[in-house]
């Protein structure tokens, strides 16, 4: 719910210190709406432009940078507004 209350505005998963991750949000439909490379996982809702994407069920995928050949996490995120 990123309504700038303080409460679950952001999606965040703890990482080891060191790594780099690949962290790529998509729609249900498979449209990539969001994506990082960075040792911080962490989505706020909108897309790198900075616009809010609609409230809905998104698809995630983390995996190490160095190496994205091995499996990575995946789930689901359900964003509300």
């Not at 703890?14 to 990539?32: H, L, N, S």
């Not at 994205?68 to 509300?80: A, E, N, P």
Request: glycine content about 12%; overall charge negative.
């Amino acid at each position: 719910t990123p309504n700038g209350d303080g409460v679950n505005d952001y999606f965040e998963v703890d990482t080891p210190v060191g790594k780099t991750y690949e962290f790529i949000v998509f729609t249900r439909t498979g449209t990539r709406v969001y994506v990082s490379d960075s040792p911080r996982v962490f989505w706020d809702g909108r897309t790198p432009g900075g616009e809010e994407v609609h409230a809905g069920v998104y698809y995630y995928v983390i995996r190490l940078s160095e190496n994205k050949s091995l499996k990575g996490l995946s789930g689901f995120i359900y964003l509300y507004r």
